[in-house]
């Protein structure tokens, strides 16, 4: 495994190929989102003037290089850093909605924390909020729903998720402006 500023791969060896598959730094989530394959150092020349082949190809072990770069400190480190991230998005939504109940600062949060948590990989993002914000996943579902109505979120097809609308991020500027002003 190496790494550089931006990223890490896990390198496999396919015959006369090597095959490096890189990650950025971070959560790993899924594949890698770059893979190039060149020949090894001692490949026989007559292997390399063939090309690379379909037999390369489909023996390319992509979930044993996903279970290494899950594993990678590139990956580990982060993954608390946005954990906290996000329980703390979470939090605040919960406090809103205690202090306001459904309010457009309380679904600009919860839209907020949602779409992080789903850009992360979050696997079950519903229900993890709702224990954040001490709500059953009903609930959340509900008040994502009445958030995706009023102008706060996208919708994606077929995927948790979705984008932050204008509306959305307006106010979680405005709330930014205001608590860094509160000091």
């Known amino acids: 495994m190496e790494a550089d500023d931006s990223g890490f791969e896990i390198t496999q060896q396919q015959g ?14 899924g594949g890698p989102q770059r893979i190039t394959i060149e020949p090894a150092d001692d490949a026989p020349a007559r292997e ?8 390369v190809l489909r023996r390319l072990d992509v979930a044993a290089a996903l279970g290494l770069a899950k594993q990678a400190p590139e990956a580990q480190r982060t993954l608390g850093e946005v954990a906290g991230k996000l329980n703390g998005m979470g939090e605040a939504a919960g406090l809103a909605l205690e202090g306001e109940g459904v309010s457009e600062r ?35 579902k509900d008040h994502l729903k009445r958030a995706r109505r009023d102008g706060f979120l996208t919708t ?10 204008d509306k959305a991020k307006a106010i979680l500027e405005e709330m930014t402006e205001a608590g860094s002003q509160v000091g």
């Open 106 to 140: 309380y679904l600009a949060l919860l839209v907020a924390a949602y779409t992080a948590m789903a850009d992360f990989g979050a696997p079950a993002p519903i229900p993890w909020l709702a224990r954040l914000i001490g709500r059953r996943p009903e609930t959340v």
């Open 156 to 165: 994606v097809a077929g995927k948790a998720g979705g984008e932050l609308t």
């Open 16 to 29: 006369a190929w090597v095959v490096r598959m890189w990650w950025p730094v971070g959560p790993v989530n």
């Open 48 to 55: 390399v003037v063939r090309g690379i082949s379909t037999t």
